[in-house]
């Protein structure tokens, strides 16, 4: 399983990377300077141990030899980079997108989202992806400062949420080897208009506790994971 | 601490009513019929203790007397309901409104949420209600079928807004008595938007595992509560 982060010297993404390339995973870290993929892969080394298989490339190399790719771009650019790299998806391959509307991509504060004319920002990655792209999406409850902050066990839950249930369990069986983490099947797709705002209230949340790692589980089962 | 639950025959108030009252807080059930409402104090003496100070009155004349109000109605009948009692609030009496607007609400599904026109059910409200009503939101993520259960402890956080700070810790105080339960301070009154969708979340999440009981609680500091 080769795995590319889109977006991977974002803070999301580059906690995405660490944790990943720390159990093993093999992961190209994508940007759109290769200079700035390849310094964000020194530092996750750094951090996730000498020997980790991360390293740094341009976005459309990074996934061009992906089995799945974590696309974790800030709302503004989300739709300039699916376009950018519509030519370059692996047939098949597995997209993540992590990617939360907030009302900072147009000026305003990170408390807030905007609601995406798809409905939500997962949509609208779907509606520029070719038809062969696998979408997920996820990870909005899980904040950047956990994720980067290894070998700390996460202590989060992935909610999942997709219309392709083998998608699903594949990016879950990713989460699983996060030492911490455990992953929740949301449902269809169109659960991101739900599950994106989470972002907005784990960093208002943060902000009212002086906090930087808010993250949410799920209660009421032993075990979540795949059904 | 005298407290009243408007909507008090439906899942989610008689949960708040038999875990209130079983900690000895004096609560009374409203209802739009009597008979009902008495007919609901007495299932939750059944499951709270033959002792616990519950009673059922009207609406109205539950909500006369009390400190501080549950407001647990289905969405279609929350405007209404609001109207209807706009003359009865005792002044400075804090409500706690637990709405979320389910697309059950105009026939669709409960695993699909409408927008309101204000932003949030919550909003709504406080649209509805006279200044001197203090309002708070929440416990969307916190399903019926646990409150239910006692004495089993709730696995779940109340996570509450508003633009009261006062009145959420009063609220909050009433959740810290129940147990299992802590309380997470998500903010001002229009976080409802993000919070209220959750219920239908965890209605998806039920449905998918087979559970009654999903829940969600935050991650990341010991305690919540009060900052």
Redesign the interface.
């Known amino acids: 399983m080769r795995v590319a982060i889109v977006g991977g010297t974002g803070d999301e993404g580059f906690g995405l990377a660490v944790r990943l390339a720390a159990e093993g995973v093999p992961v190209t870290i994508g940007s759109r300077a290769r200079d700035r993929a390849e310094d964000a892969a020194t530092r996750a080394r750094e951090r996730a141990g000498a020997d980790a298989p991360v390293e740094g490339r341009e976005n459309a190399e990074a996934i061009g030899d992906a089995d799945l790719v974590f696309v974790t771009v800030p709302y503004a650019g989300q739709a300039d980079t699916y376009r950018s790299l519509k030519d370059h998806w692996p047939d098949g391959v597995i997209v993540c997108d992590t990617t939360t509307p907030l009302a900072s991509a147009v000026g305003g504060r990170a408390?807030?989202?905007l609601?995406p004319w798809h409905g939500s920002a997962a949509e609208q990655a779907r509606a520029l992806l070719p038809k062969g792209v696998r979408l997920v999406s996820g990870f909005h409850s899980v904040?950047a400062e956990?994720l980067t902050d290894h070998p700390h066990p996460v202590?989060?839950d992935a909610?999942l949420c997709g219309d392709d249930a083998e998608a699903k369990v594949a990016v879950g069986e990713l989460v699983e080897r996060i030492p911490g983490m455990r992953w929740?099947?949301?449902?269809p797709l169109?659960?991101a208009?739900?599950?994106e705002?989470?972002t907005?209230?784990l960093i208002?949340?943060?902000k009212?506790?002086?906090?930087?790692?808010?993250?949410?589980?799920?209660?009421?089962?032993e075990g979540?994971g795949a059904?």
Chains 1, 2 share one sequence.
């Open positions: 408390t807030q989202v609601r904040g956990p202590d989060a909610l929740v099947d949301c449902g169109e659960m208009r739900i599950l705002p989470l907005a209230a208002r949340v943060n009212r506790y002086g906090v930087k790692g808010a993250g949410l589980r799920f209660s009421g089962r979540w059904t």
